[in-house]
């Protein structure tokens, strides 16, 4: 098996060469199926790799060259398989593969499908190896191959200039995440002498001293700030929403249920670090928190049913970073996984919805296709209960254990973490009940032209919609009488930084009790957005009517973008403004041009000198040499 | 040549000294002050001969013949360098019909 392993990642990249190359000669169909099996192939694999994990329960570790090499310096290409990065490798092919199949019927009239195809394969190429890589360097560079994915699929239809300035915002939040990355792994390298986690993960654990806790935070937070752009927490959320302007399987695909998670992934591959500083922890979970409930809040009434999903995503990573920060690992893990299956589900159905609709995305405009969309809305609606926490389906048992754990670490984080989700469940509801009951509020010309789309689309949201709901079976919690699955799996990958972690044991009728708590903050949630959206039919407000002072803030995003303009841009501007005019145009461009002509009008001068008079020459000449013998001479 | 070294002392150094720089004090104002190209040419000549005597007086007094060589290198230097100027100025006199220097104010860039 070890020698198919360089296999997984190869396959999506000679699909990306072979689309790439060939998007104007091969045919549409062509195209899609060598996009797709490439995707199955890499998925039977990974399955196999898994398969090999779960029989031996040792990690798979190749080395295939040595790629940077100084003195006794080495970075090699190589990778690792361990319990952590064969279930996210699933996930990457598994998922990926359904996307590719749904974009095979999603893209199949645009024009650019073979380009599309291409980049698709090459984010696999880029995601797998992230997961795939033994060292932080390997993983440096998935990281940004993803990003550069990332933008170039979002402004995929890149003649919108609104789509293109939303790639372009992608692109730069990602990199100021990313410089944080770097200087992390720069400093990791500097300390350990050493990029690899098996290298520096039993390093870690052995340090000791003041001097050292200040390192790991250091070290720590900057990881972190990197996992805040590529997994869009505050401050670096505000691309996620934007990056809806791409195609919608690209949103499911990239900015759900794999890409957004590399931040996670990657605290949860470095946990050791993480765990030895409690500051950092402390910041993770409050930021975590924070952006749960900021980018829920913002969900309530927003109005495109694509960037309604996109703060919904916004928001359930910070459950994930939540539960990380609170020292969760396998909860934070978990609902990277139950997340991956019905995020994508609902983007998939939001882009059936928005397939049926020719390409309408205002759910003001939608409402009772509940009828006209029957695959798609049974598929949906798994997915928001999913999502809504509601047992058993997959959410609630991933959701109820980052807050089991947060319960245990502060309960004032834990109601607020409850309150999200309470919001999380409304503002699901609310979309998928604006959507598909009531009646169309749409045009003659739409409602003419809906229809449930077909088996390509179909069948990845039959799928995706299974495993929303059996997914959460996999790490079924004690007093369910389940067995913990998931972190049994998952315990040698946090084996070393458990001892860190301080855990106290929640009596069984507490528990039961959070999730009481929690299953009641769902159903409340839903049963007011039930009430006002289909026995009252409220419909939200056109842009241009009043809304209530905090509705309006909410709408308007709280006016995140518009602050980091008046806070970020503006200054920069006006900086940018201050160098140009004072230092460039009066500063450089004076002394350059000022040495011209300074040597242009003093030479005007001195020509005067010049009389071309013999005797006037003469007379200086004697000066001269008169004056040369007095400085030599010193009489 | 002991008659002519003793000759040669007979006049302290410092005679010679003076001697030169008066002469050669009068060439650099004839350089100077006068009009007619000739005329400074000699002025010149009159400068390079103060030189030479002071040269040939200090070989004499210090016993070492090599500035009695210089003296013959500037002799020849002088002779080359005058039949080069004075073919100038045979020229600019053809040309201009003049050897005054203040008219000849060509040398201008």
Not at chain 1, 249 to 269: D, E, F, K
Not at chain 1, 311 to 331: D, I, K
Request: hydrophobic share 55%; proline share 3%; with cysteine.
């Amino acid at each position: 098996m070890n020698n198919y392993l360089w296999l997984i990642p190869i396959l999506p990249l000679a699909g990306f060469l072979i689309n790439g190359l060939g998007r104007n000669v091969l045919s549409k169909g062509v195209i899609g199926t060598i996009g797709s099996l490439v995707i199955l192939a890499s998925f039977c694999l990974s399955v196999s790799a898994f398969a090999q994990i779960n029989s031996t329960g040792q990690p798979i570790n190749v080395t295939y060259f040595t790629w940077i090499k100084v003195g006794v310096f080495n970075i090699p290409f190589a990778f690792l398989v361990d319990q952590l990065s064969a279930i996210m490798l699933l996930i990457i092919t598994g998922v990926g593969f359904l996307i590719h199949l749904y974009s095979t019927g999603y893209m199949s009239h645009d024009k650019g499908f073979g380009k599309y195809f291409a980049y698709l394969n090459l984010f696999v190429f880029f995601m797998l190896l992230l997961v795939l890589g033994s060292n932080f360097v390997v993983m440096f560079i998935g990281w940004e191959g993803v990003g550069l994915c990332s933008y170039l699929l979002i402004g995929f239809w890149f003649t919108s200039g609104d789509y293109a300035d939303a790639a372009k915002k992608a692109f730069v939040m990602n990199r100021i995440g990313d410089l944080g990355f770097l200087i992390a792994i720069f400093l990791l390298i500097h300390f350990f002498n050493s990029a690899s986690y098996a290298d520096i993960f039993p390093k870690v654990r052995g340090l000791q001293g003041p001097h050292v806790a200040l390192g790991i935070t250091l070290i720590s937070m900057l990881l972190f700030v990197g996992a805040t752009g590529k997994s869009a927490q505050i401050p670096l959320f505000t691309w996620l929403p934007d990056a809806m302007a791409g195609p919608t399987p690209v949103s499911a695909l990239i900015h759900a249920a794999t890409m957004v998670t590399a931040g996670i992934y990657m605290i949860a591959r470095a946990n050791v670090i993480f765990s030895m500083s409690p500051v950092t922890m402390h910041v993770i979970a409050i930021v975590g928190l924070a952006t749960a409930l900021l980018a829920a809040l913002i969900a309530l009434t927003q109005t495109d049913i694509k960037k309604v999903l996109a703060y919904s995503t916004v928001s359930q990573l910070g459950y994930m970073f939540l539960g990380l920060g609170v020292g969760a690992y396998t909860g934070a893990f978990f609902h990277v996984i139950t997340h991956a299956f019905f995020k994508a589900l609902l983007f998939l159905g939001a882009g059936s919805v928005i397939h049926a609709m020719s390409n309408e995305q205002d759910i003001r405009k939608m409402g009772g296709l509940r009828t006209k969309l029957p695959i798609t809305f049974a598929t949906m609606l798994m997915g928001t209960i999913a999502i809504s926490g509601i047992p058993p389906f997959s959410g609630f048992f991933s959701k109820d254990e980052i807050l089991a754990h947060t319960f245990e670490s502060s309960h004032t984080m834990y109601v607020l973490g409850v309150i999200g989700a309470m919001l999380t469940s409304f503002y699901m509801f609310r979309m998928l009940f604006l959507t598909f009951s009531g009646s169309f509020r749409g045009t003659h010309e739409q409602e003419h032209h809906l229809h449930e789309s077909p088996w390509s689309i179909t069948v990845p949201l039959i799928v995706l919609a299974i495993l929303s709901v059996v997914g959460g079976f996999i790490n079924v919690p004690h007093i369910m009488g389940g067995n913990h699955w998931l972190q049994n799996w998952l315990e040698p990958v946090f084996k070393l930084s458990e001892p860190l972690l301080a855990h106290t044991e929640t009596e069984p009728s507490t528990e039961w009790l959070l999730m009481g708590i929690s299953v009641g903050a769902a159903f409340i949630a839903l049963f007011y957005a039930y009430v006002k959206y289909i026995k009252n039919k409220h419909v939200p407000v056109a842009d241009t009517e009043e809304r209530p002072l905090l509705a309006n803030l909410s709408y308007h995003k709280f006016y995140i973008d518009e602050l980091y303009d008046f806070l970020i841009r503006k200054p920069l501007d006006a900086l940018s403004v201050f160098f140009y005019k004072v230092v460039d145009k009066m500063g450089i461009d004076g002394l350059v041009n000022g040495l011209g002509n300074g040597t242009v009008e003093s030479s005007k001068g001195l020509r005067l000198l010049q009389a071309g008079n013999v005797g006037f020459y003469i007379f200086m000449m004697v000066i001269g040499i008169i004056a040369i013998l007095f400085y030599r001479l010193k009489f | 040549m002991g008659n002519i070294t003793q000759t040669i002392q007979a006049v302290p150094l410092n005679h010679y000294i003076l001697f030169c720089a008066i002469i050669f004090a009068i060439g650099v104002t004839g350089v100077l002050i006068r009009r007619n190209a000739i005329v400074i040419f000699m002025s010149v000549e009159l400068m390079l001969n103060a030189v030479n005597l002071l040269l040939a007086a200090f070989s004499v007094y210090k016993g070492d013949a090599s500035g009695q060589v210089f003296v013959f290198f500037v002799m020849a230097l002088a002779a080359a360098e005058v039949a080069v100027g004075l073919a100038i100025i045979v020229m600019i006199y053809r040309n201009t019909n003049s050897t005054d220097i203040n008219v000849l104010n060509r040398l201008k860039w």
